[in-house]
């Protein structure tokens, strides 16, 4: 990468000096280019300030913020707030929408299915197609009762949107088979990092879970 940053200031006509052993990357490098010029510096140094903990809690909310500054660069809370949750909460009714009209296709094109709930009451109890809208009708649930940020009642694939050859162990589920004769019987206790930047962070997660 630095060496094709190098070359993209070239190419924008800055020169570079020129050593005893040719021209000298680290000369040629415009200190105001960046990697990542697709965040401004504002941005970033917000992320940087919100990433100084040692560590975050499993569950730690969202960084909302550096979402809503990359949409506005003069995010104000009163006045794009109430926008921002708009658009959000369209864009979840939106999502859903588009689930449950993709698995109505799905059962169509599969099984010549239309999906009513009369439809689906005479259906056989063991047969593929009911084994599919249980799955499919769970997945869409879910996918209702999530928000834009998180999965809030937890998410399970929509299995339909496979490759056909694998919808079945993504609707199902893989089975497992483990030797349990054959499992390695290791009791050794972990031991306690010798780094001590890397113990600090481990006692600020145990305070964090306890």
Known sequence: ???LQ????????????IGSQGPSISAAIDNTFKLSTFITETVL??????HAKAVKNDDATTETAMWDNACAEDFDTKTH?????ILRKYSVVRFVKNVKSSFTRHLAAK????????????????????????????????ASKSSFWSWDA????FFWRWQPEIQQDMRDGSKLFVMKEKLPNYNR??????????????????????
């Open 81 to 85: 707030g109430p926008l921002f949750a």
């Open 189 to 210: 206790r972990q031991q306690v990092p010798s780094e001590s930047r890397i113990l600090a962070r481990v006692k600020e997660k145990f305070k964090r879970c306890g």
């Open 45 to 50: 140094t917000e992320v940087e300030s919100s």
């Open 154 to 157: 937890r998410s399970t694939p």
């Open 111 to 142: 099984y010549d299915f239309t999906w009513t709930q009369e439809s689906e009451a005479a259906l056989d109890k063991d047969s593929e197609l009911l084994k599919d809208l249980v799955a499919g009708r769970d997945g869409i649930d879910r």
């Open 1 to 3: 990468m630095k060496i």
């Open 6 to 17: 190098c070359a993209f200031v070239s190419l924008m006509g800055e020169t570079s000096e």
